[in-house]
């Protein structure tokens, strides 16, 4: 019964359900019947029972671990192989058990498509419902319920409908809807390769064939494009941008534009190894690279995307998640957010409800998540992260929390928070797609000055010295061979802030925006620019955050002063508490310049830049 | 071939992931099929370059032919090839009749972690699949080994969708899998879509037999077939129900089980 026919394609499914449902019997019955099994296999197998004293089960065939065979339990996921009908199954064996629910997800997560097994005899329970639930939140929306050990309720018809209907309403609430219900006893065979001749009220598929018609994941490639630059490689004489497609298609010729900093050039070739003729175009799913036709400082963790449909960029969003992790995730605390390439640090703004897998019931609000729960939360990061919503884009909508060493948690986008910065955002993206250039690259700047361009942003209250760290920043950044200017807010307010009302001044959004933009044009002619949140009085928390939105992607060192001990904004790189040494501080600040890569390492020596020129 | 390079796109997802999160990493090398493979994949995935070492476990038992192999596609492809040996078993004379678990564990498994520890590699790609036998099936592509290289198989990280464990306590290092997902057939399929060069011990010259998993000399036997090509090969794949490893004695008993948990590649 082999079928050997030329594998086309593979397809990867998971199995889930309930402990002791029998998923390990389906697969081992599965193999069993496609001819699948190694020679040997089934006697090795049997001969273990015969010693153990116990009686053979097809689900042994899958517990390779001699352990899990005395525990009756799968361990961990894992994967084993069948071909049917010209393709190639990956079967992932997801254990059931309550506190392996960990690799339960893993193991769907990796999925095309599943099937679900419910005991006849047990009918839907908590980890029926929990399983489901979860497929849907991992985005696996092509699935099977398998309804197993019809054999020990008299292949009834009756206990079959009363499971579908049950379990339909609970999937419909997720608006889960599977493909199939199956009435099959995986231990005698009945519906897995075979229709059962004891069930012949069911017309549908059997599970072979159900796993037939599952289709292959729709190719995203008719979606926008969505490329998240995976590594930056410089080993010979080509910069080669990498990364994995993960919708939409892109050609020689396109214009691309990098978010969340807004940088843009067009696709110059697209590179390959050992492939004759070099292609010329790629699509979703491919891991490729390109170069471009100008050198920019594009990095891990951008999105490029055609300029007509953008990804979202925050700092927030609201989401689902489930946490894995051995500590509870707890609001305030940090953790790392990987959305695609993406790594940021991020905090919990706020829980909005723990969901109850079992009823989904509204519960409680509270401070932490703890393993196994799923919750809707706002998640809040250090930096702006560019990503979409789950619902239009699979794999950058979607993210892990990372504790410590471990991903504890996961999770899809469901909506854009709006932050603070979101309209100077949208500013700097418009006037930077619209942005006249001349010939002189920022490259070409970087190279003739000797370092590239940044913001060094001193930030404090009142008398803390700023205006004088700032004056001497300068004036040792221009005596050491740099170009280097002293921006300072009094200058705006006499000259560009000069049509403003004494109430307008008094507004910090508006004044930020002004010394922001100009700080913008300062920093594109090869600047780096020394400022001081003087201007802003104690508001200087707001203006930072806008002046970093608007000088984006330019690098802003910030120095907080203070005369004691006080809370920094967020992002300081550098903090200096209580009387100061300007020498010391100064160079305090020269070694941040060098070490964001701003600055060389010697005076006089070319740039070595941490990306590649 | 769609199927191949949906594979081939995965895996080299998996090699620019370790390469961009791993100072210190190396790739295993046995030069048999997989791990030849999985060399050719690092080129793809760095544009015909292979930007760090590759390690070989020599037990000082291994067939001659891989090792004059070996020594060719390094120097045609400019490798940087470092091979480890526990010297210090095989000076006390160490071989397979004192027992093939202890044989292993001292000139592979140990000459191994040796190798690890005297590099300070903090990740190590294998061409491990998860076809080949039952504990490589529960693998992680991207697997943490504790200080001692002992894998704890009960209490693996979760790895979702495309994210891998790349942060690690200092002292441990991190396996990482890229093939986990390739069977047999899929390899030589591979091999022949890319033209790969491999040891033609695979192939059947004459006599009725090849090797179909290579090992060390004493305990690697050839099985009986007549393929003296590639697509007899796939051909002789599609039909065979023969276990790919069952020329290979270590698997005998509970021996890969131990051996791996223990550290084995």
């Known amino acids: 019964m082999s079928e050997t026919a030329k594998p086309s394609e593979n397809l990867n499914i998971v ?192 599970v072979l064939e159900t796993l037939g018609a599952f289709k292959k994941e729709a190719a995203r490639s008719e979606q ?19 990364g994995r497609i993960t919708a939409g298609r892109l050609k020689v010729g396109d214009h691309l534009v990098f978010s969340p900093s807004n940088k843009r050039a067009n696709i110059r070739t697209v590179e390959a190894f050992n492939i004759e003729p070099q292609p010329t175009e790629g699509q979703a799913g491919q891991s490729i690279g390109v170069t471009l036709d100008e050198q920019i400082f594009v990095e891990r963790g951008e999105v490029a995307s055609h300029q007509e449909h953008l990804p979202l960029v925050s700092t927030a969003f609201r989401a689902n998640l489930f946490w894995l992790g051995k500590r509870p995730l707890e609001k305030g605390r940090k953790y790392l957010l990987r959305v695609a390439t993406k790594e940021v640090d991020c905090e919990v703004a706020s829980i909005h409800r723990i969901i109850d897998t079992m009823d989904l019931a509204q519960q409680q609000s509270s401070n932490s998540i703890s393993k196994n729960q799923v919750a809707e939360l706002t998640l809040r990061t250090k930096a702006p992260v560019a990503f979409d919503l789950s619902a239009s884009f699979e794999a950058t909508g979607r993210f892990v929390l990372v504790d410590e060493y471990d991903i504890a948690g996961g999770g899809i986008i469901t909506e854009l928070v709006h932050d603070d910065q979101e309209f100077l955002r949208e500013e700097a993206r418009r006037r930077d797609f619209a942005w006249v ?177 | 071939m769609k199927h191949l390079r949906q594979r081939e796109d995965q895996s080299v997802y998996i090699l620019r992931e370790a390469y961009k999160h791993f100072d210190n990493l190396a790739m295993l090398w046995s030069m048999g099929k997989d791990s030849t493979v999985l060399l ?36 045609e492809w400019g490798l940087n090839l470092v091979v480890g040996q526990n010297k210090e078993a095989l000076a006390a004379g160490m071989n397979h009749t004192m027992g093939r678990v202890v044989c292993c564990t001292a000139l592979k498994t140990n000459g191994l972690k040796q190798l690890l520890e005297n590099k300070g590699y903090t990740g190590v790609i294998l061409g491990v699949r998860a076809d080949e036998e039952g504990t490589r099936a529960k693998e992680r592509y991207f697997s943490p080994r504790d200080k001692h290289g002992d894998w704890d198989f009960r209490d693996q990280p979760p790895e979702l969708w495309d994210q891998y464990k790349t942060t690690f306590p200092p002292g441990t290092h991190i396996r990482i899998h890229p093939l986990l997902d390739w069977t047999e057939i899929n390899i030589w399929e591979y091999i022949k879509l890319e033209q790969i060069p491999f040891i033609d011990l695979y192939l059947d010259k004459g006599d ?25 090969i796939i051909e002789e794949l599609r039909h065979t129900t023969v276990a790919e490893r069952s020329g290979r004695a270590q698997d005998e008993g509970r021996g890969m089980e131990l051996l791996r948990k223990d550290g084995y590649m």
Request: glycine letters at 8%; one cysteine or more.
């Open chain 1, 224 to 242: 926008p494009l969505r490329l998240p630059v995976q590594d930056v490689y410089k080993f010979d004489a080509r910069r080669i941008i990498t």
């Open chain 2, 40 to 75: 050719w994949l690092a080129r793809k995935a760095f544009f015909g370059h292979v930007p760090f070492p590759l390690l070989h476990v020599d037990t000082s038992y291994k067939i001659p032919a891989m090792i004059e192999y070996r020594d060719r596609l390094a120097r």
């Open chain 1, 15 to 206: 199995i889930v359900g309930h402990v002791d449902h029998g998923k390990s019997t389906l697969l081992g019955r599965l193999y069993a019947d496609t001819g699948s099994l190694p020679d040997g296999k089934l006697e090795k197998v049997q001969a273990i029972c015969k010693q153990q004293g116990k009686e053979f089960e097809y689900a042994f065939l899958f517990d390779a671990f001699l352990e899990e065979q005395e525990q009756g339990i799968t361990i961990d996921t894992a994967r084993t192989f069948f071909m049917w009908k010209g393709r190639q199954y990956i079967i992932i064996d997801a254990p059931g058990h309550k506190e392996f629910l960990k690799n339960m997800i893993s193991g769907a997560a990796r999925a095309e498509a599943a099937l679900l097994l419910i005991d006849a005899l047990e009918g839907v329970r908590e980890q029926s419902k929990k399983h489901g639930y979860l497929l849907s939140l991992l985005g696996v929306r092509q699935f099977a319920v398998v309804v197993n050990k019809m054999d020990l309720v008299a292949y009834r018809q009756d206990v079959f409908d009363g499971i579908e209907k049950e379990y339909r309403e609970f999937l419909g609430q997720f608006k889960a809807v599977p493909s199939q219900f199956i009435p099959v006893s995986a231990k005698l065979g009945d519906n897995i390769a075979n229709r059962s001749e004891q069930m012949a009220w069911y017309g549908g598929p059997t």
């Open chain 2, 208 to 232: 009725g037999t090849r090797y179909r998993s290579l090992g060390c000399a004493p305990c690697t036997s050839p099985i009986r077939s007549t393929a003296k090509s590639v697509d007899d």
């Open chain 1, 437 to 613: 250039k001349g010939e002189v690259t920022v490259e070409d700047r970087a190279q003739q000055y000797g370092h590239r361009a940044a913001v060094v942003l001193i930030t404090g209250g009142r008398h803390t010295g700023k205006s004088f760290l700032a004056r001497k920043l300068e004036g040792r950044l221009v005596a050491d061979g740099r170009h280097a200017y002293l921006l300072d807010g009094e200058n705006l307010r006499r000259g560009l802030d000069a049509d403003l009302s004494e109430e307008e001044r008094g507004q910090t959004a508006e004044m930020a925006r002004r010394y922001g933009e100009v700080a913008r044009l300062l920093t594109d002619t090869g600047l780096i620019v020394v400022s001081t949140t003087n201007p802003f009085g104690l508001a200087y928390r707001e203006a930072s955050q806008a002046i970093r939105t608007l000088v984006h992607p330019a690098p802003v060192i910030a120095v907080h002063m203070s005369k004691s001990e006080e809370e920094s904004p967020p992002s300081t790189d550098v903090v200096l508490t209580g009387p100061t040494d300007f020498d010391a501080a100064t160079s305090r600040i020269l070694e941040e310049l060098k070490r964001r890569g701003v600055l060389a390492q010697a005076i006089g020596a070319k740039p070595v830049f941490q990306y590649s020129i």
